[in-house]
């Protein structure tokens, strides 16, 4: 069992940045690929961007590369996402998951296992 807290979100201006943190419960963090995701609301839940349990390999949605990265830090049992250049679309609440298959970086909802509550980010025009 893995328990996850976000933390990080808020207000920010458009082209701003923020850093989400999410800190997990449990020794077993160091063996989950962990991954973030974002919730409009209206909309459903999208992949962001995930990081193998080594930080050997990231993924991102296309529409964050170049602005976002995902990183941890296992002996913190952290995983964080920094968002530079974030634009007023990307209002969301941001979600942090852990997927206990490593060997691929997954993006869809269901594949993983264990989900934070989530943090609000709102960026403003």
């Known amino acids: 069992q893995v328990q996850l807290v976000e933390s990080g979100g808020g207000l920010v201006q458009a082209g701003g940045s923020l850093r989400l943190s999410c800190a997990a419960s449990?020794?077993?963090?160091?063996?989950?690929?962990m991954g973030w995701f974002r919730q409009a609301p209206g909309k459903e839940r999208e992949f962001v961007a995930a990081?193998?349990?080594?930080?050997?390999?990231?993924r991102y949605a296309d529409s964050v590369k170049g602005r976002f990265t995902i990183s941890r830090e296992n002996a913190k049992n952290t995983v964080y996402l920094l968002m530079n250049s974030l634009e007023p679309e990307e209002t969301a609440v941001y979600y942090c998951a852990a997927d206990r298959s490593v060997f691929v970086l997954r993006v869809g909802v269901r594949e993983y296992d264990y989900w934070g509550q989530g943090t609000q980010v709102t960026v403003s025009s």
């Open positions: 990081i193998t349990p080594s930080s050997g390999s990231t």
């Open positions: 449990g020794r077993t963090f160091s063996s989950y690929a």
